[in-house]
């Protein structure tokens, strides 16, 4: 009796982890007429696979298709499959797979420090509820954009392990499509599983490695513009991965909580906030920043008699400038009340016309 068995591996890499190698294979051993479904992952991330099987003849020691998430620096043994009847067995298996933990649950506890140091200040920009123009998916929805000068430091927003980086682009951002794939970018997986992602990095500026734990704090990176990026910023998010009803995998943010100060103040993120990380000392929740203060305009109707008996009218318009309007309003109602007169006596001297002009508009007898 002879059984061929005909297998083929196909492995599937969501874009949406920015595509890279990453140590993870599912490999087939023989053992006598099994063949033993082996997932090996030799990096320091955790995996989620799906592994399905098709052909003829085919008996398996576990349900079919096969989803497992496989921790860091580890093998896991998937399934066994065997000929299900005396024959011919034709056997082909798939699987795709995805950095990140599909059970992962988001600690609701966790805050996270804002990524960049001790005394820096920069505005938050897109933010989930604000104008959104391109974290339109759902791997980006919750995601945080900080404008921020090229080559500022970045750092871990909380204890974790680098799982993946990249740093090999080009400081050529732009938005066009053809640079979604071309981000510098470090991912840090927490206990709980999420993973905090930092995108947009400067050309050769991610400075840990796959495998490296970094506490909240530690500097990671520096900020650039590069892949679909319009100008120098950092892209944050905190991410799970997913799989669909059509068994693909996916990231997916999630709402976050920045915080700040010692003991922790935490607060959402929200477009046009101005942070300023401070972690010495007990801090205040980060507030807009106060527009400046617009000049104040007031305008009077001086009424000037003329020679032949009628009235004019002239505008007179006052500005103050933005610096004296604070110093203005707090004066005592009857200071205010002598300027206003004095003001307008002294614009009502200057306009009304001299006794010798009238006299030589007068007819001589």
Not at 21 to 30: E, L
Not at 64 to 70: E, G, K, N, T, Y
Not at 161 to 182: C, H, I, S, W, Y
Not at 185 to 214: C, K, M, N, W
């Amino acid at each position: 009796m002879i059984r061929s068995w005909f297998a083929a591996l196909l492995f599937i890499l969501s874009p949406n982890t920015f595509a890279g190698d990453y140590p993870f294979a599912v490999n087939g051993v023989r053992n006598g007429v099994q063949t033993i479904l082996i997932a090996s992952n030799r990096g320091p991330g955790t995996v989620s696979v799906h592994l399905d099987v098709t052909g003829s003849n085919i008996g398996s020691n576990r349900s079919l298709p096969i989803v497992a998430v496989v921790p860091p620096n580890s093998e896991m043994e998937l399934a066994r499959l065997f000929p299900a009847h005396p024959g011919t067995s034709q056997l082909q298996w798939t699987t795709s797979f995805m950095l990140g933990n599909i059970n992962a649950q988001a600690d609701p506890q966790a805050l996270y420090r804002l990524p960049y140091l001790d005394g820096y200040s920069f505005t938050l920009g897109q933010s989930p509820g604000g104008h959104i123009t391109t974290h339109l998916t759902a791997e980006s929805r919750d995601a945080v954009d900080i404008t921020m000068p090229e080559g500022t430091p970045i750092i871990a927003v909380r204890d974790g392990v680098v799982v993946r980086t990249e740093a090999r682009f080009a400081n050529q951002g732009a938005l066009d499509p053809a640079m979604l794939d071309k981000a510098n970018y470090v991912e840090i997986e927490h206990f709980d599983g999420t993973i905090a992602q930092y995108a947009h990095l400067r050309h050769g500026g991610v400075i840990v490695s796959p495998g490296q734990r970094v506490m909240a704090g530690d500097i990671i990176s520096y900020s650039g513009s590069t892949g679909y990026s319009g100008g120098p910023h950092l892209h944050f998010a905190i991410q799970v991965t997913r799989m669909d009803s059509h068994n693909k995998f996916s990231r997916v943010s999630m709402p976050f909580m920045f915080y700040v100060g010692t003991p922790a103040t935490a607060f959402k993120s929200v477009e046009g906030l101005l942070a300023t990380a401070d972690y010495g000392s007990r801090a205040a929740i980060p507030k807009m920043p106060i527009p400046p203060p617009q000049a104040s305009q007031s305008t009077a109707v001086v009424k000037v008699r003329q020679a032949s008996g009628q009235e004019s009218g002239t505008k007179v318009k006052l500005e103050i400038s933005g610096p004296y309007v604070d110093f203005i309003a707090g004066l005592p109602g009857w200071v205010l009340y002598a300027g206003t007169v004095a003001v307008v006596l002294l614009v009502f001297s200057l306009l009304r016309p001299k006794e010798d002009e009238y006299s030589r508009n007068e007819p001589r007898l």
